[in-house]
C-alpha cells in the first residue's frame, strides 16, 4: 500500500483512491500528504464506517468515483486493502458497474497486506493495473518502450545499450513511476518492450497477451552468453548491426566470468536480503558451480518459477525464506557455515564473509553489470585471502 501510494504520486495525471480503514488512511498519508498532485491529480482517501465493514462499501465507492470524475480525474487507479477484500468485496464489479458512465478510465489494485507481505507487490501489481488503462494501438516500427526506467533518472547510470539503440534511430518510451499516464496509454503503439526490471515484468506480459507487444528481458540476464543471444534477437529485429559496439565491454564481462568462474567453484552461498532479482542471480551463480544453501526471497514473482524449475534441474534444491529479523537469524547461517553471503548482515556478524547490498544494480544491465558483478565478488575473495594468508591466495585478480 505505501508503495502503491508513492509511486502513483509519481504519475502525471493519474489519480488515485485508497479503500480501507483509518489506519490505513493516516499511513498513506504519511507518504503521499497532498490531496492533489502537482498536475492537479487526485489522491483522495476512502474510509469505511462501521457498516460498510460489515455490508460493504459499493454504493459508497461508486459515488466516490463518480464524484472523483466530475470533479476531473483523468484516470484513477483504486488502492484496495485489506478489509475490502475480507469482506468479499467484489471491485472488478464495481469498476465494471459504474465505468459506463464516467470519463475517467477506472482500474484497481488488491494490495491486503495478508497477502502482499512486503514491498513488491505494490510496484509490480501496480504496473501490471495500469495495463486496463491502455487500447490497442497501430505499431509504431521503430518505437521501444523501456519498461523499468523513468525519463529522467539520472541516480541509475544508463545501460550502454539504451544509447547505442538510439543512435540507431529507435526511439525509446521510458515507462516507471517518473513516467506519465499518456506515456502509458500510448505504450501499445511499441513494436518491442524492454524490460529492465522486476516491477515490469507482469505489465509486459500482459501487454504481449492482450496487445501482442512482444518483449526482451533483460533485468534477468547475467551470463554473457544469454546477453548475446537477447542482443542478437535485438539486433535482428529492428535490422541493426552492433559492429564492435559492445566489443569492449563484453570482453570485460567474458574475462571476469573466467576468472570467477575458476574461483568461485565448489563454494558454497546464501542469499539475505537486498538482493533485487534472487532466482536469476541464483540461477547463475550456481552456473558458476557455486552450491546454493539458502535463498532470502522477498517476492515470488509469476516468472520465477521458471528459475526455480531451473535451479532444481541443475541437481538444486535450497531452502527458500523470507528473513525479517537478519540479527535472530544469524545462528542459523552460522549453522549452515557458507563460504560466501549476498545482500544484508548485520554489522555485528563476524564468521560469514559477505557481498554486500546488490541494490545498486536496479536498473542495471548487460555486460557492464555482470561485469561491476563479479568484480565485487572476487574483491571479497581477495579480502578473505589476504585476511587469512598475508596475501592474495590465488594470485591477482586484476584484469
Same mark, same amino acid.
Given at each position: 500500500?505505501?508503495?502503491?501510494?508513492?509511486?502513483?504520486?509519481?504519475?502525471?495525471?493519474?489519480?488515485?483512491?485508497?479503500?480501507g480503514m483509518p489506519e490505513c488512511a493516516t499511513h498513506s498519508r504519511l507518504f503521499n500528504p497532498e490531496p492533489e498532485g502537482r498536475h492537479g491529480e487526485l489522491h483522495w482517501l476512502y474510509v469505511l464506517d462501521a457498516h460498510e465493514v460489515v455490508f460493504g462499501c459499493r454504493a459508497g465507492l461508486i459515488a466516490a468515483l463518480r464524484k472523483m470524475d466530475k470533479a476531473g480525474a483523468k484516470a484513477i487507479l483504486l488502492i484496495v486493502t485489506c478489509v475490502p477484500e475480507l469482506i468479499g468485496e467484489d471491485i472488478q464489479a464495481i469498476v465494471n458497474e459504474v465505468q459506463p458512465e464516467?470519463?475517467?478510465?477506472?482500474?484497481?489494485?488488491?494490495?491486503?497486506?495478508?497477502?502482499?507481505?512486503?514491498?513488491?507487490?505494490g510496484s509490480w501489481k501496480m504496473m501490471a493495473a495500469l495495463g486496463t488503462l491502455m487500447a490497442a494501438k497501430t505499431t509504431e516500427s521503430s518505437r521501444v518502450n523501456v519498461l523499468g526506467r523513468a525519463p529522467a533518472e539520472e541516480h541509475i547510470p544508463l545501460p550502454s545499450l539504451l544509447p547505442a539503440l538510439t543512435r540507431r534511430g529507435l526511439e525509446l518510451r521510458y515507462l516507471a513511476p517518473g513516467s506519465s499516464l499518456q506515456a502509458f496509454q500510448s505504450a501499445p503503439?511499441?513494436?518491442?518492450?524492454?524490460?529492465?526490471?522486476?516491477?515490469m515484468q507482469p505489465?509486459?506480459?500482459?501487454?504481449e497477451r492482450e496487445f501482442g507487444v512482444p518483449a526482451i528481458a533483460l533485468h534477468t540476464l547475467?551470463?554473457?552468453?544469454?546477453?548475446?543471444?537477447?542482443?542478437?534477437?535485438?539486433?535482428?529485429?529492428?535490422?541493426?548491426?552492433?559492429g564492435d559496439t559492445f566489443a569492449e565491454e563484453r570482453q570485460q564481462a567474458l574475462a571476469w566470468q573466467k576468472a570467477a568462474q575458476e574461483r568461485l567453484k565448489g563454494l558454497r552461498y546464501v542469499f539475505c536480503p537486498r538482493i533485487d532479482i534472487p532466482?536469476?542471480?541464483?540461477?547463475?551463480?550456481?552456473g558458476l558451480?557455486?552450491? +546454493?544453501? &539458502?535463498?532470502? =526471497?522477498?517476492?515470488y514473482y509469476p516468472e520465477d518459477r521458471d528459475y526455480a524449475r531451473e535451479? @532444481?534441474?541443475?541437481?538444486?534444491?535450497?531452502?527458500?525464506?523470507?528473513?525479517?529479523?537478519?540479527?535472530?537469524?544469524? +545462528?542459523? &547461517?552460522?549453522? =549452515?557455515?557458507?563460504?560466501?553471503?549476498?545482500?544484508?548482515?548485520?554489522?555485528?556478524?563476524? @564468521?560469514?564473509?559477505?557481498?554486500?547490498?546488490?541494490?545498486?544494480?536496479?536498473?542495471?544491465?548487460?555486460?557492464?553489470?555482470?561485469?561491476?558483478?563479479?568484480?565485487?565478488?572476487?574483491?571479497?575473495?581477495?579480502?578473505?585471502?589476504?585476511?587469512k594468508k598475508g596475501g592474495p591466495a590465488h594470485g591477482s585478480a586484476s584484469l
Open positions: 500500500m505505501r508503495i502503491a501510494s508513492v509511486n502513483v504520486e509519481k504519475i502525471k495525471d493519474l489519480s488515485s483512491l485508497l479503500v464516467l470519463s475517467a478510465r477506472v482500474t484497481f489494485v488488491l494490495l491486503g497486506q495478508f497477502k502482499n507481505i512486503s514491498y513488491p507487490p503503439d511499441a513494436a518491442l518492450n524492454l524490460v529492465v526490471s522486476p516491477f505489465l509486459a506480459a500482459r501487454m547475467y551470463a554473457v552468453e544469454s546477453i548475446d543471444k537477447a542482443y542478437t534477437a535485438l539486433a535482428a529485429r529492428f535490422g541493426l548491426a552492433w532466482l536469476p542471480l541464483a540461477v547463475y551463480l550456481t558451480g557455486m552450491e +546454493p544453501l &539458502l535463498l532470502h =526471497l522477498e517476492e535451479l @532444481t534441474a541443475m541437481g538444486h534444491n535450497p531452502w527458500v525464506c523470507r528473513m525479517v529479523n537478519a540479527q535472530a537469524d544469524l +545462528p542459523v &547461517l552460522e549453522k =549452515l557455515a557458507p563460504d560466501l553471503n549476498f545482500g544484508y548482515l548485520p554489522a555485528t556478524h563476524k @564468521t560469514i564473509p559477505c557481498v554486500p547490498d546488490l541494490f545498486d544494480f536496479y536498473g542495471q544491465v548487460g555486460y557492464g553489470r555482470t561485469s561491476h558483478l563479479l568484480k565485487r565478488i572476487v574483491s571479497i575473495l581477495d579480502k578473505m585471502n589476504a585476511a
